[in-house]
């Protein structure tokens, strides 16, 4: 086998497994959701024991990324699809330790209807899941276009945001007693925030995997 054609079947391999992490990740967070509307402790019990399982994921991503650097010493485009796939591993690694985050409070709040706090956060919470969707998507099929779109996109997420805060000022003032379940609520929607914004980093990521530019930027 011809070094070129090993380091193409490398670079395949890495990037099925980032793709399997995406996936995970994205597929933890449909479920957690779900389970939340339908009322299911045990499955967002389940959320908090997929921690493991992405941190795995992303050390074998990370260390398929290294591998291919050090040994392959790839040039040009194809170290910029490599540096990317290892940056992307970090943000998907993030948004799932979000998530579980997310269990936690949502278990701490006893499961109770987010808009009971605060109209637009389903709205948020369906924002922010077609963000990561769009993102992923964008990066694994490589579509420059589609990540400018999410780049675009993550003010819906900001704005909602901003909304559910100042319903939660309202809900305070009209009920005191309510405050740890507020702020409890609050930090899921800024959690929600930091999920938005890892979408909005791997739209970025792609369009540098393309064009070696990031954020208008020239680097590789």
């Not at 994205?26 to 045990?42: C, H, P, T």
């Not at 074998?60 to 291919?68: F, P, Q, S, T, Y």
Request: glycine share 4%; with cysteine.
């Amino acid at each position: 086998m011809s070094p070129r054609t090993m380091f193409e079947s490398e670079l395949t391999q890495l990037r099925e497994n980032l793709k399997q992490m995406c996936f995970h990740v994205e597929a933890v967070y449909d479920r957690l959701f779900a389970a939340l509307e339908n009322g299911d402790e045990e499955g967002v019990l389940a959320i908090l024991e997929q921690d493991s399982a992405t941190r795995e994921m992303e050390k074998r991503v990370e260390a398929e990324c290294l591998a291919l650097i050090t040994r392959q010493q790839p040039m040009a485009k194809d170290l910029r699809v490599v540096s990317a796939s290892l940056k992307v591993v970090t943000d998907i690694q993030r948004v799932g330790v979000h998530v579980t985050d997310m269990a936690e409070l949502i278990l701490r709040l006893r499961l109770q209807e987010l808009s009971g706090f605060s109209g637009n956060l389903p709205g948020m919470v369906r924002a922010t899941q077609h963000l990561l969707h769009s993102a992923i998507e964008a990066f694994l099929h490589r579509s420059t276009e589609a990540a400018r779109t999410v780049i675009e996109g993550d003010d819906e997420v900001d704005d909602l945001f901003n909304l559910v805060k100042n319903d939660l000022v309202e809900l305070l003032k009209k009920d005191a007693a309510e405050v740890d379940d507020c702020i409890d609520v609050l930090m899921l929607a800024k959690y929600l925030e930091k999920i938005g914004d890892h979408a909005v980093n791997v739209g970025e990521w792609e369009i540098f995997q393309e064009t070696g530019n990031m954020r208008e930027t020239r680097i590789l």
